[in-house]
Protein backbone atom coordinates (compact mmCIF):
# COMPACT_ATOMS: atom_id res chain seq x y z
CA UNK A 1 0.00 0.00 0.00
CA UNK A 2 1.79 3.09 -0.98
CA UNK A 3 1.79 6.08 1.38
CA UNK A 4 -0.55 8.53 -0.65
CA UNK A 5 -3.28 5.78 -0.32
CA UNK A 6 -2.79 5.48 3.44
CA UNK A 7 -2.57 9.49 3.92
CA UNK A 8 -6.31 9.38 1.70
CA UNK A 9 -7.70 6.53 4.76
CA UNK A 10 -6.63 8.54 7.06
CA UNK A 11 -8.11 11.99 6.17
CA UNK A 12 -11.19 10.42 5.71
CA UNK A 13 -10.64 8.93 9.27
CA UNK A 14 -10.65 12.06 10.01
CA UNK A 15 -13.57 13.71 8.00
CA UNK A 16 -16.25 11.14 9.69
CA UNK A 17 -14.67 10.85 12.83
CA UNK A 18 -15.15 14.60 13.05
CA UNK A 19 -18.80 14.81 11.37
CA UNK A 20 -20.23 12.50 14.21
CA UNK A 21 -18.49 13.74 17.00
CA UNK A 22 -19.87 17.50 15.71
CA UNK A 23 -23.24 15.97 14.96
CA UNK A 24 -23.08 14.35 18.62
CA UNK A 25 -22.32 17.95 20.15
CA UNK A 26 -25.26 19.53 18.42
CA UNK A 27 -27.55 16.69 20.18
CA UNK A 28 -26.44 16.45 23.22
CA UNK A 29 -25.78 20.51 23.78
CA UNK A 30 -29.25 21.36 22.03
CA UNK A 31 -27.67 23.86 20.23
CA UNK A 32 -29.84 25.83 17.62
CA UNK A 33 -28.48 27.21 14.00
CA UNK A 34 -31.85 29.24 13.09
CA UNK A 35 -32.11 32.80 13.49
CA UNK A 36 -34.55 34.17 15.90
CA UNK A 37 -36.27 36.67 17.88
CA UNK A 38 -35.85 37.85 21.66
CA UNK A 39 -39.16 38.51 23.94
CA UNK A 40 -39.57 38.89 27.62
CA UNK A 41 -42.60 38.38 30.25
CA UNK A 42 -43.16 39.37 33.80
CA UNK A 43 -43.45 36.65 35.57
CA UNK A 44 -44.61 36.79 39.52
CA UNK A 45 -42.66 33.78 40.28
CA UNK A 46 -40.09 32.47 37.85
CA UNK A 47 -38.97 29.09 40.83
CA UNK A 48 -37.29 26.60 39.19
CA UNK A 49 -36.97 27.79 35.68
CA UNK A 50 -33.55 27.93 34.91
CA UNK A 51 -31.60 29.89 32.10
CA UNK A 52 -31.17 26.93 28.94
CA UNK A 53 -34.85 25.67 29.64
CA UNK A 54 -36.76 25.08 26.60
CA UNK A 55 -39.41 27.44 24.84
CA UNK A 56 -42.09 24.98 23.98
CA UNK A 57 -44.85 26.33 21.60
CA UNK A 58 -47.83 23.19 21.11
CA UNK A 59 -45.31 20.43 22.74
CA UNK A 60 -43.02 21.45 20.33
CA UNK A 61 -39.48 23.37 21.15
CA UNK A 62 -38.62 26.62 19.37
CA UNK A 63 -36.63 28.87 21.24
CA UNK A 64 -34.90 28.88 24.80
CA UNK A 65 -34.88 30.80 28.26
CA UNK A 66 -31.68 33.31 27.58
CA UNK A 67 -32.05 35.48 30.64
CA UNK A 68 -33.90 35.61 34.41
CA UNK A 69 -33.50 38.78 36.40
CA UNK A 70 -35.85 41.11 38.43
CA UNK A 71 -38.47 43.07 36.48
CA UNK A 72 -40.55 46.45 38.08
CA UNK A 73 -42.92 46.29 40.71
CA UNK A 74 -41.77 42.84 42.65
CA UNK A 75 -42.07 41.12 39.46
CA UNK A 76 -39.26 38.24 37.22
CA UNK A 77 -38.67 39.31 33.89
CA UNK A 78 -37.79 36.50 31.60
CA UNK A 79 -35.58 36.74 28.29
CA UNK A 80 -36.28 34.16 25.78
CA UNK A 81 -35.85 33.63 22.20
CA UNK A 82 -38.48 32.28 19.69
CA UNK A 83 -37.64 30.80 16.20
CA UNK A 84 -38.17 34.03 13.80
CA UNK A 85 -40.90 31.22 11.75
CA UNK A 86 -42.52 31.30 14.65
CA UNK A 87 -45.79 34.48 15.16
CA UNK A 88 -46.18 35.59 18.18
CA UNK A 89 -49.32 37.06 18.47
CA UNK A 90 -50.04 39.75 21.54
CA UNK A 91 -52.70 37.93 22.57
CA UNK A 92 -50.21 35.17 23.20
CA UNK A 93 -49.59 33.83 27.20
CA UNK A 94 -46.63 32.29 28.56
CA UNK A 95 -46.65 29.67 31.33
CA UNK A 96 -44.07 28.15 33.40
CA UNK A 97 -44.51 24.22 33.90
CA UNK A 98 -43.27 21.14 35.29
CA UNK A 99 -41.08 19.25 33.06
CA UNK A 100 -40.29 16.37 35.14
CA UNK A 101 -40.99 15.22 38.90
CA UNK A 102 -37.58 16.48 39.48
CA UNK A 103 -38.72 20.01 39.53
CA UNK A 104 -37.14 21.10 36.18
CA UNK A 105 -39.33 23.22 34.46
CA UNK A 106 -39.68 24.50 31.32
CA UNK A 107 -41.63 27.99 29.57
CA UNK A 108 -44.97 26.82 27.31
CA UNK A 109 -46.36 29.53 24.95
CA UNK A 110 -50.01 29.34 24.13
CA UNK A 111 -50.75 31.10 20.58
CA UNK A 112 -54.86 31.66 19.55
CA UNK A 113 -55.53 32.98 16.43
CA UNK A 114 -57.26 36.22 16.43
CA UNK A 115 -56.87 39.97 15.40
CA UNK A 116 -54.12 40.88 18.09
CA UNK A 117 -51.52 41.15 15.80
CA UNK A 118 -47.85 40.15 15.91
CA UNK A 119 -46.52 41.34 18.56
CA UNK A 120 -42.43 43.14 18.13
CA UNK A 121 -39.28 41.67 18.61
CA UNK A 122 -37.99 42.52 22.45
CA UNK A 123 -41.35 43.17 23.62
CA UNK A 124 -42.58 42.63 26.94
CA UNK A 125 -45.57 40.23 27.56
CA UNK A 126 -47.47 41.41 30.76
CA UNK A 127 -47.62 39.38 33.81
CA UNK A 128 -51.73 39.66 33.14
CA UNK A 129 -50.84 37.24 30.36
CA UNK A 130 -48.23 34.72 32.08
CA UNK A 131 -48.99 31.49 34.66
CA UNK A 132 -46.08 30.96 37.11
CA UNK A 133 -45.58 27.50 38.05
CA UNK A 134 -47.99 25.76 39.77
CA UNK A 135 -46.99 25.27 43.57
CA UNK A 136 -47.10 20.84 43.31
CA UNK A 137 -45.64 20.79 46.99
CA UNK A 138 -48.94 22.35 48.19
CA UNK A 139 -51.23 20.54 45.76
CA UNK A 140 -49.50 17.04 46.95
CA UNK A 141 -49.30 18.21 50.27
CA UNK A 142 -52.99 18.70 50.61
CA UNK A 143 -53.19 15.04 49.39
CA UNK A 144 -51.06 13.62 52.73
CA UNK A 145 -53.57 12.51 55.07
CA UNK A 146 -54.70 10.19 52.21
CA UNK A 147 -51.47 9.45 50.95
CA UNK A 148 -50.70 7.80 54.25
CA UNK A 149 -52.71 4.74 53.62
CA UNK A 150 -51.01 4.62 50.30
CA UNK A 151 -48.37 2.44 48.96
CA UNK A 152 -45.75 4.45 48.06
CA UNK A 153 -45.63 3.09 44.70
CA UNK A 154 -49.09 3.94 43.91
CA UNK A 155 -48.15 7.67 45.56
CA UNK A 156 -45.91 8.14 42.85
CA UNK A 157 -47.50 6.98 40.18
CA UNK A 158 -50.52 9.29 40.90
CA UNK A 159 -47.97 12.21 41.74
CA UNK A 160 -46.33 11.40 38.25
CA UNK A 161 -49.96 11.58 36.67
CA UNK A 162 -50.99 14.96 38.12
CA UNK A 163 -47.93 16.30 36.79
CA UNK A 164 -48.55 15.26 33.27
CA UNK A 165 -52.27 16.28 33.84
CA UNK A 166 -51.08 19.60 35.13
CA UNK A 167 -48.97 20.09 31.74
CA UNK A 168 -51.74 19.37 29.80
CA UNK A 169 -51.90 15.73 28.64
CA UNK A 170 -55.44 15.07 29.17
CA UNK A 171 -54.88 11.32 28.48
CA UNK A 172 -53.60 11.08 31.99
CA UNK A 173 -56.79 11.30 33.28
CA UNK A 174 -57.30 7.82 33.27
CA UNK A 175 -54.94 7.50 34.97
CA UNK A 176 -55.44 9.82 37.67
CA UNK A 177 -59.29 7.72 37.84
CA UNK A 178 -57.28 4.42 38.69
CA UNK A 179 -55.40 5.93 41.46
CA UNK A 180 -57.91 7.45 42.45
CA UNK A 181 -60.08 4.02 42.67
CA UNK A 182 -57.09 2.69 44.65
CA UNK A 183 -56.77 5.03 47.10
CA UNK A 184 -60.92 4.45 47.89
CA UNK A 185 -59.86 1.01 48.40
CA UNK A 186 -57.89 1.60 50.49
CA UNK A 187 -59.71 3.26 52.94
CA UNK A 188 -62.58 0.91 52.23
CA UNK A 189 -60.05 -1.55 53.51
CA UNK A 190 -59.22 0.47 57.16
CA UNK A 191 -63.36 1.20 57.59
CA UNK A 192 -62.99 -0.81 61.18
CA UNK A 193 -59.86 1.66 61.78
CA UNK A 194 -61.34 4.40 60.90
CA UNK A 195 -64.41 3.35 62.70
CA UNK A 196 -62.82 3.01 66.14
CA UNK A 197 -61.08 6.53 65.65
CA UNK A 198 -64.74 8.20 65.07
CA UNK A 199 -65.74 5.77 68.29
CA UNK A 200 -62.91 7.42 70.14
CA UNK A 201 -63.61 10.96 68.92
CA UNK A 202 -67.26 10.84 69.84
CA UNK A 203 -66.22 9.43 73.41
CA UNK A 204 -63.77 12.04 73.61
CA UNK A 205 -66.51 14.79 72.85
CA UNK A 206 -69.04 13.30 75.08
CA UNK A 207 -66.77 13.28 77.86
CA UNK A 208 -66.12 17.57 77.05
CA UNK A 209 -69.56 18.06 76.97
CA UNK A 210 -70.87 16.28 80.65
CA UNK A 211 -68.07 19.04 81.08
CA UNK A 212 -68.78 21.62 80.38
CA UNK A 213 -68.25 23.54 83.03
CA UNK A 214 -64.79 22.52 83.80
CA UNK A 215 -63.55 22.27 80.54
CA UNK A 216 -64.38 26.30 79.81
CA UNK A 217 -62.77 27.26 83.38
CA UNK A 218 -59.81 25.58 81.82
CA UNK A 219 -59.54 27.03 79.10
CA UNK A 220 -60.19 30.54 80.41
CA UNK A 221 -57.39 29.69 82.73
CA UNK A 222 -55.22 29.05 80.12
CA UNK A 223 -56.08 32.07 78.68
CA UNK A 224 -55.40 33.55 81.15
CA UNK A 225 -51.63 31.93 81.74
CA UNK A 226 -50.93 32.98 78.49
CA UNK A 227 -51.68 36.59 78.66
CA UNK A 228 -49.98 36.55 81.91
CA UNK A 229 -46.90 35.11 80.28
CA UNK A 230 -47.21 37.13 77.24
CA UNK A 231 -47.57 40.76 79.38
CA UNK A 232 -44.33 39.40 81.23
CA UNK A 233 -42.44 38.22 78.40
CA UNK A 234 -39.97 40.70 78.67
CA UNK A 235 -39.13 39.49 82.13
CA UNK A 236 -39.02 36.07 80.61
CA UNK A 237 -36.53 36.73 78.17
CA UNK A 238 -34.25 38.79 80.55
CA UNK A 239 -34.49 35.94 82.93
CA UNK A 240 -33.99 33.29 79.87
CA UNK A 241 -30.71 35.35 79.41
CA UNK A 242 -29.98 35.74 82.65
CA UNK A 243 -30.01 32.28 83.22
CA UNK A 244 -28.14 31.35 80.39
CA UNK A 245 -25.09 33.64 81.19
CA UNK A 246 -25.39 32.33 84.74
CA UNK A 247 -25.19 28.92 83.47
CA UNK A 248 -22.10 30.06 81.15
CA UNK A 249 -20.04 31.58 83.98
CA UNK A 250 -21.00 28.96 85.94
CA UNK A 251 -19.52 26.26 83.91
CA UNK A 252 -16.13 28.58 83.46
CA UNK A 253 -15.59 28.70 86.70
CA UNK A 254 -16.24 24.89 87.22
CA UNK A 255 -13.76 24.38 84.21
CA UNK A 256 -10.69 26.68 85.46
CA UNK A 257 -11.30 25.40 89.17
CA UNK A 258 -12.19 21.75 88.72
CA UNK A 259 -8.70 20.50 89.89
CA UNK A 260 -8.72 22.54 93.30
CA UNK A 261 -12.59 20.93 93.77
CA UNK A 262 -11.57 17.43 92.79
CA UNK A 263 -9.05 17.75 95.64
CA UNK A 264 -11.27 19.59 97.96
CA UNK A 265 -13.84 16.41 97.48
CA UNK A 266 -10.87 14.37 98.03
CA UNK A 267 -9.84 15.70 101.39
CA UNK A 268 -13.62 16.24 102.41
CA UNK A 269 -13.55 12.07 102.08
CA UNK A 270 -10.81 11.96 104.28
CA UNK A 271 -12.31 14.06 106.59
CA UNK A 272 -15.41 11.94 106.70
CA UNK A 273 -13.46 9.11 107.15
CA UNK A 274 -11.67 10.28 110.43
CA UNK A 275 -15.18 12.14 112.34
CA UNK A 276 -16.19 8.16 111.64
CA UNK A 277 -13.43 6.81 112.47
CA UNK A 278 -13.65 8.89 116.34
CA UNK A 279 -17.64 8.72 116.28
CA UNK A 280 -17.84 8.14 119.91
CA UNK A 281 -15.58 10.86 120.95
CA UNK A 282 -17.48 13.61 118.80
CA UNK A 283 -20.97 11.99 120.09
CA UNK A 284 -19.06 12.80 123.71
CA UNK A 285 -18.47 16.17 122.60
CA UNK A 286 -21.36 17.55 121.12
CA UNK A 287 -23.44 15.95 124.23
CA UNK A 288 -21.63 18.03 126.80
CA UNK A 289 -20.97 20.97 124.07
CA UNK A 290 -24.64 22.42 125.45
CA UNK A 291 -23.74 22.34 129.18
CA UNK A 292 -20.26 23.95 128.39
CA UNK A 293 -21.91 26.70 126.63
CA UNK A 294 -24.50 27.12 129.67
CA UNK A 295 -21.48 27.49 132.14
CA UNK A 296 -19.37 29.74 129.55
CA UNK A 297 -22.82 31.85 129.35
CA UNK A 298 -22.91 31.76 133.37
CA UNK A 299 -19.26 33.06 133.49
CA UNK A 300 -19.57 35.65 131.34
CA UNK A 301 -23.18 37.00 132.28
CA UNK A 302 -21.94 40.28 134.61
CA UNK A 303 -21.10 42.37 131.62
CA UNK A 304 -18.45 42.15 128.54
CA UNK A 305 -15.90 39.90 130.45
CA UNK A 306 -15.42 36.66 131.90
CA UNK A 307 -16.08 36.07 136.08
CA UNK A 308 -13.65 33.58 137.61
CA UNK A 309 -13.14 32.54 141.40
CA UNK A 310 -9.73 31.08 142.01
CA UNK A 311 -10.24 28.25 145.31
CA UNK A 312 -7.07 26.94 144.72
CA UNK A 313 -3.97 26.37 143.14
CA UNK A 314 -1.24 23.96 142.45
CA UNK A 315 2.01 23.90 140.69
CA UNK A 316 3.16 20.92 138.84
CA UNK A 317 7.05 21.04 138.19
CA UNK A 318 9.90 18.98 136.27
CA UNK A 319 11.51 16.32 138.55
CA UNK A 320 15.15 16.63 138.89
CA UNK A 321 15.37 12.59 138.04
CA UNK A 322 12.91 12.97 135.49
CA UNK A 323 8.98 12.97 135.07
CA UNK A 324 7.06 15.92 136.80
CA UNK A 325 6.35 16.38 140.79
CA UNK A 326 3.23 18.54 142.25
CA UNK A 327 2.79 21.19 144.87
CA UNK A 328 0.68 20.75 147.40
CA UNK A 329 -2.80 22.36 146.85
CA UNK A 330 -3.19 25.82 148.27
CA UNK A 331 -6.92 26.56 149.00
CA UNK A 332 -8.73 29.48 149.79
CA UNK A 333 -11.03 29.18 153.39
CA UNK A 334 -13.97 30.92 151.38
CA UNK A 335 -17.84 29.73 151.35
CA UNK A 336 -17.86 29.40 148.00
CA UNK A 337 -15.16 27.04 147.53
CA UNK A 338 -16.39 24.67 150.08
Given amino acids: MTPRRQGLKLLAFVVVTSLITGALFVVVGDLRFVSHHTYRALFSSASGLRTGEDVKLSGVVVGKVEDIGFGSADLVEVEFTVDDNVALLRSATAAIKYKNLIGDRYLELTVRADDSGVRPENETIPDSQTHPALDLDALVNGFRPLLQGIDPDETNKLSASLVAVLNGREQSISAIVEQLGSLGNSVADRDAVIGRLIDNLNLVLRTISGREDQFGALVTNLQRLVSGLNSD ?86 AIGGGHSTTPMFTVPADRCK
Fill in 233 to 318: RDTLTNALVGIDDLSGQTAQVLQENRPSIAADIEQLGRTAGNLNASSETLQLLLTNLPEVYRRGGRASGYGSFVNFFLCGVAIRYP
